[in-house]
């Protein structure tokens, strides 16, 4: 499933880009060659037509931009510019800076000539108005096939990202695995395993109980609660190699995979501690507020992937026998989705709100960075610690761990590179705006505002992008906003799928991903509606 998204991703985003650019060539959208009617202003007076200017004042009136890139801007644009007089060609060239605030157009242009703020630009003065103003025609310089120039800087920049990842998880991989080791050499793991084997016998009937397996996957939904991204990583890397021990077809996921990357990418977290710190940085009155929203989105999430991998692990015995053998998880999900669309979580998640809106919110702000700042280190001494107390050698189960970690974390890196290079692509390639286009009329429907369904759409694909997405959607909307609030609620309700896919199938060579796709974007799904579904009735 993996390879014909891969392959998806990267047609679909050079299809668009090249006919984007195919289009705006047609159309002349750049208006390349024509001339801008502008007014130049000098501080020094200058006769029929200056000869030596090295600084003026550019103005371009919204009429004449509107006329004629056939655009809307509200206010005139007024902007300093460099000017040179080239004696070989009898002709004036201007250099200005531009920023965001200008017109998109402008944006793009400035982009395709290599700096994002530099545009070049011919001038033609036309008449004096004044001693020390004329009219003038202004041609930018000449620009195409800008989205396949997009395209091309995004494959190299996610490539770069890719190693960057991979050389940043090799210490990170390094260290957990190392102080796992010790953990699991002093009994530790399979203790903390024993004490959930009720709830992990039922999620993964084919996994031993005492099977190391247990432990890591046991560490990696751990770690994924309490929000410690850098630690779930490296555990659940472990648990794939520890679960690919028990497969018995090398390359094809089985179905205890399968269900653990279920979770994986249902995201269920405690604490957003990411969301929290960006609302908090953006001036939230609450900044705590979305972690009750967050906990009901993710929990969906977790529940419907958790199913939907149930249910879609056998389907390949034939619809009549599957429907047979999976009726009980049938009824249990639309019970699920029963509960859901009641008032039944209404009351209890009040409550939750309500509890943190006791909080000031730079005392829970406080508390949230705290827990966030000492989980890691409280972890670290408690595994040596418990190892010390064991009389287990530690360094050296560390240094075996850390050496593993090292091995696995090279190991991802093709599998990295593959899946990022493809979303970047999609993504500059304008792709992204497409299906944005297709799916609004579906997302009015049931009342997701437009501002938000980029965000929607950018999770399961890129974290970075998501959180960058939500971090703008904030600045303009505000963070106690409804749409504030809703973009956060989605960042601590679903993960990016694609690229825990991609990096802990990577990790054991898995080719045939069997159903882990589509039990991941169920959970994407069902965590982006219960996150809108809650987000609405407590705040809309």
């Known amino acids: 499933m993996l390879n014909y998204i891969w392959i998806a991703l990267l ?227 472990k648990a794939m190699e520890e679960l690919d021990t028990l497969n018995p077809d090398k390359g094809t996921a089985t179905n205890s995979m399968v269900t653990f990357l ?60 599957w429907y047979k053998d999976n009726i009980k998880l049938l009824v249990a999900l639309f019970i699920i989705i029963g509960l859901i669309a009641s008032f039944a979580f209404i009351p209890g998640l009040k409550s939750v709100a309500n509890v943190f809106s006791l909080f000031p919110a730079d005392t829970l702000k406080n508390i949230i960075q705290f827990l966030s700042i000492a989980a890691i280190p409280f972890l670290i001494v408690f595994f040596i610690g418990y190892g010390v107390f064991k009389k287990v050698k530690v360094y050296d189960q560390f240094v075996d761990g850390a050496k593993e970690g090292f091995n696995i974390a090279i190991r991802i890196l093709p599998y990295l590179l593959a899946i990022l290079v493809a979303i970047g692509i999609f993504r500059a390639g304008g792709a992204m705006q497409w299906l944005i286009s297709i799916l609004t009329p579906v997302t009015n429907l049931i009342g997701m505002p437009a501002e938000a369904l980029p965000m929607a759409l950018m999770r399961p694909l890129s974290g970075s992008g998501s959180l960058g997405i939500m971090s703008e959607v904030i600045k303009v909307h505000g963070p106690d906003s409804f749409i504030g609030i809703l973009v956060s609620t989605f960042y601590g ?31 994407d799904i069902c965590g982006i509606l219960g996150a809108l579904f809650i987000v609405k009735l407590l705040f809309s």
């Open 262 to 321: 279920a979770i994986n990418t249902a995201g269920m977290t405690l604490i957003p501690a990411s969301a929290i710190a960006i609302r908090a940085a953006s001036g939230s009155s609450d900044p705590a507020i979305i972690i009750g929203t967050s906990l009901f989105g993710s929990f969906c999430a977790t529940v419907a992937g958790v199913l939907a991998a149930k249910l879609l692990e056998n389907l390949s015995l034939g619809f009549k026998k």
């Open 11 to 237: 047609f679909l985003g050079i299809g668009a880009a090249l006919s984007t650019d195919i289009i705006n060539k047609t159309e002349n959208k750049y208006r390349n060659n024509d001339p801008l009617p502008v007014i130049i202003q000098s501080d020094s007076a200058f006769n029929k037509f200056p000869s030596a200017l090295t600084s003026v004042r550019i103005t371009v009136t919204k009429t004449s931009y509107n006329n004629f890139y056939k655009d809307k801007i509200d206010h005139d644009l007024i902007f300093p510019a460099a000017v040179k007089y080239n004696n070989k060609i009898n002709q004036y060239s201007a250099h200005f800076i531009i920023d965001k605030n200008y017109p998109p157009i402008w944006q793009d242009i400035a982009s395709a000539s290599g700096d994002k703020n530099d545009i070049s630009a011919s001038l033609v003065f036309n008449r004096n108005i004044n001693d020390s103003s004329a009219a003038a025609g202004m041609v930018l310089e000449n620009v195409s096939f800008i989205k396949m120039k997009d395209i091309t800087n995004a494959a190299l920049e996610y490539a770069g990202t890719a190693v960057n990842i991979a050389i940043g998880l090799i210490g990170i991989m390094a260290l957990w695995l190392g102080i796992m080791k010790v953990a699991e050499s002093a009994g530790l793991i399979n203790l903390i395993a024993s004490w959930l084997k009720p709830l992990t016998r039922r999620l993964f009937p084919d996994v031993p109980p005492d099977h190391p397996a247990m432990g890591a996957m046991i560490m990696n939904m751990s770690a994924n609660m309490l929000g410690l991204g850098n630690a779930a990583t490296p555990f659940g890397l």
């Open 493 to 523: 309700s679903t993960e990016t799928t694609f690229y825990v896919l991609a990096v802990y199938f990577g990790a054991v060579n898995i080719k045939n991903t069997r159903h882990a796709v589509p039990a991941g974007l169920v959970a």
